[in-house]
């Protein structure tokens, strides 16, 4: 069985750092397409950084500058480091493993207060 688990979330202050940790089982991790998404109140899901298999990155424009998304292979573990936080960046963090099958984890709940 493959479980994908987020940790990290939490509560910071504005232009305050938060790093999420993403941890794959069951599967192998280096050859899989790592992804975190966030899902803000009462909208849907929507794409913040990817890493491919070979490393390759991108990020949506409102996270670009601020949030870097990285992958440790040994450790079977995809991070997002987050910087310079905004109250808008409020929201459930959702870490995607994509091979043949797409793999979700519970999401884990970042607070930016003011």
């Known amino acids: 069985q493959v479980h994908v688990v987020e940790s990290g979330g939490g509560l910071v202050q504005a232009g305050g750092s938060l790093r999420l940790s993403c941890e794959v089982s069951?599967?192998?991790?280096?050859?899989?397409?790592m992804a975190w998404y966030r899902q803000f109140l009462g909208k849907e899901r929507e794409l913040v950084a990817q890493?491919?298999?070979?490393?390759?990155?991108t990020y949506a424009d409102s996270v670009k500058g601020r949030f870097t998304i990285s992958r440790d292979n040994a450790k079977n573990t995809a991070y997002l480091r987050m910087n310079s936080l905004r109250t808008d960046d409020t929201a459930v963090y959702y870490c995607?493993?994509?091979?043949?099958?797409?793999?979700w984890g519970q999401g884990t709940q970042v607070t930016v207060s003011s």
């Open positions: 069951g599967t192998t991790f280096s050859t899989a397409d």
């Open positions: 890493i491919t298999s070979d490393g390759d990155t």
């Open positions: 995607l493993a994509e091979k043949f099958f797409r793999y």
